[in-house]
């Protein structure tokens, strides 16, 4: 009989290479996270989503009343038709402002979840004058509400 300490044990070489591998792979998860929140990484996602689709996330999200604002619709029912597989589509400076919000909704709920991106979306913003970022979109004001919501995401106060 082998005593306890000449007893041997028999290990897959590949489980201990285990960890590595999980390490890794979770590493390589937040790196496409993190890739798809850059500028360029949204802008491409959202390029890749039909357009009645970003109008149907924008919708559920933020719902019809403020996505017409955003895009400066004439009607407060318009993303609700445009939102549908058949429906119209936007004029193109309303459909630049969707998918503009469609990018900076997707990084914001990212980070900070629903909630969070919504009250921000329709809250007034110090970085933006005071304004809300729906009615800076609407007045074509990307570059600061990209830099507003990338200060709050990133927690600079002072933008």
Not at 9 to 36: G, K, N, W
Not at 68 to 78: F, M, S, Y
Not at 126 to 135: A, D, K, N, R, V
Request: glycine residues 8%; negative net charge; charged residues 25%.
């Amino acid at each position: 009989m082998e005593s306890v300490l000449t007893k041997r044990i028999c290990v897959h070489p590949a489980s201990l290479l285990q960890p590595f591998y999980d390490m890794f792979a979770s590493a390589s998860r937040t790196h496409e996270v993190m890739a798809t929140l850059t500028p360029v990484g949204l802008h491409r996602s959202t390029n890749r989503i039909d357009e009645h689709e970003i109008v149907r996330q924008l919708n559920d999200a933020l719902g019809a009343t403020l996505v017409a604002a955003l895009a400066g619709a004439k009607g407060r029912q318009q993303p609700n038709d445009w939102a549908k597989p058949d429906g119209g589509m936007p004029r193109p400076p309303a459909w630049n402002r969707l998918q503009f919000a469609h990018q900076v909704w997707t990084a914001l709920q990212e980070e900070e979840g629903r909630d969070v991106a919504r009250r921000w979306f329709i809250g007034g913003n110090p970085l933006l004058g005071e304004s809300t970022p729906i009615m800076a979109i609407r007045e074509d004001r990307h570059a600061e509400v990209r830099r507003a919501a990338q200060a709050f995401i990133d927690g600079d106060v002072d933008g």
